[in-house]
């Protein structure tokens, strides 16, 4: 059934891209916590990625895609710096980067939402005038966003 479901869902994300004109390198579809039956759509297209539900109840099978920008040029004078080039691994290229205070941060886009909150986000550096300069890398307290959660719940049920 997940696997039907997931290449379903998986043709319903490349129609909503292609049609929104929306071009994009990777993409990820992945159910929603213990269902099967909501879906959040991730696509990555360099600068920027796109973030948007699917519900197998929703009345039509276009995507509504959020994008957002991903700052890799943030990420300049940190080519090398190991927990950089780890987490840019690790994350197959579902990365976002951010400046928080002086501080460059770096996102698992995978595990969480811009809505609800990301699992995973480590600081790897401090960011400069010119560019970034690499500091020891530390993972950042999960902050969740439970006032979203009542919109996922109606998601889940096919409402929009």
Not at 71 to 92: A, C, K, N, Y
Not at 142 to 147: A, I, N, S, T, V
């Amino acid at each position: 059934w997940s696997v039907g479901v997931k290449s379903h869902v998986d043709s319903i994300a490349r129609q909503s891209l292609t049609q929104q004109g929306l071009d994009y390198e990777r993409l990820l579809t992945v159910a929603a916590p213990f269902n099967t039956v909501l879906w959040r759509v991730l696509a990555i297209d360099g600068e920027r990625y796109y973030e948007g539900t699917y519900s197998l109840l929703d009345s039509d099978e276009n995507i509504e895609f959020t994008a957002r920008t991903r700052s890799v040029h943030l990420l300049e004078g940190l080519d090398g710096h190991w927990p950089v080039e780890r987490l840019q691994w690790f994350t197959h290229g579902f990365y976002g980067v951010d400046q928080i205070g002086d501080d460059v941060v770096l996102t698992d886009l995978r595990m969480g939402s811009f809505d609800t909150g990301y699992v995973f986000r480590f600081v790897v550096g401090l960011v400069g005038e010119t560019q970034s300069t690499p500091s020891p890398d530390r993972k950042l307290p999960l902050e969740l966003h439970y006032d979203k959660f009542d919109e996922l719940w109606s998601r889940l049920r096919g409402h929009e």
